[in-house]
T-cell receptor, first 113, second 114 residues
Framework: NAGVTQTPKFQVLKTGQSMTLQCAQD?????MYWYRQDPGMGLRLIYY???????DKGEVPNGYNVSRLNKREFSLRLESAAPSQTSVYFC????????????FGQGTRLTVV | AQKITQTQPGMFVQEKEAVTLDCTYD???????LFWYKQPSSGEMIFLIY??????QNATEGRYSLNFQKARKSANLVISASQLGDSAMYFC???????????FGAGTTVTVRA
């Protein structure tokens, strides 16, 4: 019953530190996504992976890298964190067809000080 | 590139009344899917309703219905008989068939008053 699992749920980083946000899904979905949500705003797509072995930039990719490790896992890396990357990060997955909804993780609240 | 626009940042609605949330989109792909999600204050994303670009009828799911006007590129969500639990942020989203990139609008905050 896990669905999409994100770790960690909360993280505080110092400016310049690096970290990797982990995301795993157990629904055998093809497509996976990383979004950021700033206070009172919508979800902005950082990167997505339409299928295993492929990744593409979204609207706001600068400062981030991703790895689609296998079909289950899609990680997001911040190489040198900046205060502007303080946000809530959501991972999502979908079967990969336009007529199926995406399922979301619970989010990671990241603060960069 | 696709774009989704939600022009209403916040709305108030009286309990038991209906409310319409606007969504317009822009895409060059003739085949796409439209979605609405709800995000309560607890933060999780909840799928509400789906409309395909080639669907002839407007989608309905319980108290949610989608007013789809393809020529106007409009996909408004109607919530009927509003309940206090409907207070949340609502997002319109779209996936084109050619790349499965799922993009969201800025959202509309709905507050239901007793």
């Amino acid at each position: 019953n896990a669905g999409v699992t994100q770790t960690p749920k909360f993280q505080v980083l110092k400016t310049g530190q690096s970290m990797t946000l982990q995301c795993a899904q157990d629904m055998n979905h093809n497509s996976m996504y990383w979004y950021r949500q700033d206070p009172g705003m919508g979800l902005r797509l950082i990167y997505y992976s339409a299928s295993e072995g492929t990744t593409d930039k979204g609207e706001v990719p600068n400062g981030y890298n991703v790895s689609r490790l296998n079909k289950r896992e899609f990680s997001l890396r911040l190489e040198s964190a900046a205060p502007s990357q303080t946000s809530v990060y959501f991972c999502a997955s979908s079967p990969g067809a336009m007529n199926t909804e995406a399922f979301f993780g619970q989010g990671t609240r990241l603060t960069v000080v | 590139a696709q774009k989704i626009t939600q022009t209403q940042p916040g709305m108030f609605v009286q309990e038991k009344e209906a409310v319409t949330l606007d969504c317009t989109y822009d895409t060059s792909d003739p085949s796409y899917g439209l979605f609405w999600y709800k995000q309560p204050s607890s933060g999780e994303m909840i799928f509400l309703i789906y409309q395909g670009s080639y669907d002839q009828q407007n989608a309905t799911e319980g108290r949610y219905s989608l007013n789809f006007q393809k020529a106007r590129k409009s996909a408004n969500l109607v919530i009927s008989a509003s309940q206090l639990g409907d207070s949340a942020m609502y997002f319109c989203a779209m996936t084109p068939a050619n790349d499965y990139k799922l993009s969201f609008g800025a959202g509309t905050t709905v507050t239901v008053r007793a």
